[in-house]
């Protein structure tokens, strides 16, 4: 069973960055779609990011060129670097990870989901 951890969340000022970072226990995840979602409140969840297992990435257009997603120095970590932070990024960012090969990570049914970490981004 593989359980998906995110840490890294919290309170920035508008323009700050945060670092999350997706940690699986009991895989490594070199054959793993990793996903990163957020939902704030009253609004649907929506992919903000992934990175296929042939390492394809993808983002949203809401955060192209400020959020990057790479694998981390450990096999079973992938962190998602969020710069330039801003009044519409708050929510609760959860990562996901499917195993799967390819390069797919859009549109697909992640299988293992985090409990989620919270951006608040305040002045």
């Known amino acids: 069973q593989v359980q998906v951890v995110e840490s890294g969340g919290g309170s920035v000022q508008p323009g700050g960055s945060l670092r999350l970072s997706c940690t699986a226990s009991?895989?490594?995840?070199?054959?793993?779609?990793i996903g990163w979602f957020r939902q704030a409140p009253g609004k649907e969840r929506e992919q903000v990011s992934c990175?296929?297992?042939?390492?394809?990435?993808h983002y949203a257009d809401s955060v192209k060129g400020r959020f990057t997603i790479s694998s981390g120095n450990a096999r079973n970590t992938v962190i998602l670097q969020m710069n330039s932070l801003k009044s519409e990024d708050p929510a609760v960012y959860s990562c996901?990870?499917?195993?799967?090969?390819?390069?797919?990570?859009?549109?697909?049914?992640?299988?293992?989901w985090g409990q989620g970490t919270q951006v608040t981004v305040s002045s």
């Open positions: 996901a990870a499917d195993p799967r090969g390819g390069s797919l990570c859009t549109h697909i049914p992640y299988e293992y």
């Open positions: 009991g895989s490594a995840f070199d054959y793993y779609a």
């Open positions: 990175i296929s297992s042939s390492g394809s990435t």
